[in-house]
């Protein structure tokens, strides 16, 4: 099994920043893609950021420039910097990771971290 874990969400006024981390555990062969998704209430899940193990990165456009995605594949984490908070980034933050075992590829997702932003 696999278990990602999130942290760093949290409360922040409009300007601000915050910093997320996920961390991947448990028994598989490579980690590729890795990534952050967000659910506001009442709207479906969207893609904020993803990046490969090789550093490829892609952004949602409406966090370009003020959010910036890392991954450190010796440590199977990565981390999201939120700079320029706006409140319409307020949402459930979740961690994604493609993950190779046995031979095939699995999705996991982290449990959600909430990150709310005051105007």
């Known amino acids: 099994q696999v278990q990602l874990v999130e942290s760093g969400g949290g409360l922040v006024q409009a300007g601000g920043s915050l910093r997320l981390s996920c961390a991947a555990s448990g028994s598989f062969f490579r980690i590729d893609t890795m990534g952050w998704y967000r659910q506001a209430p009442g709207k479906q899940r969207e893609l904020v950021a993803v990046i490969t193990s090789g550093g490829s990165t892609n952004y949602v456009d409406s966090v370009k420039g003020r959010f910036t995605i890392s991954r450190d594949n010796a440590k199977n984490t990565v981390d999201l910097q939120m700079n320029s908070l706006k409140p319409e980034d307020t949402a459930v933050y979740y961690c994604?990771?493609?993950?190779?075992?046995?031979?095939?590829?699995?999705?996991?997702w982290g449990q959600g971290t909430q990150v709310t932003v005051s105007s």
């Open positions: 994604n990771a493609e993950v190779s075992r046995f031979g095939k590829m699995f999705q996991y």
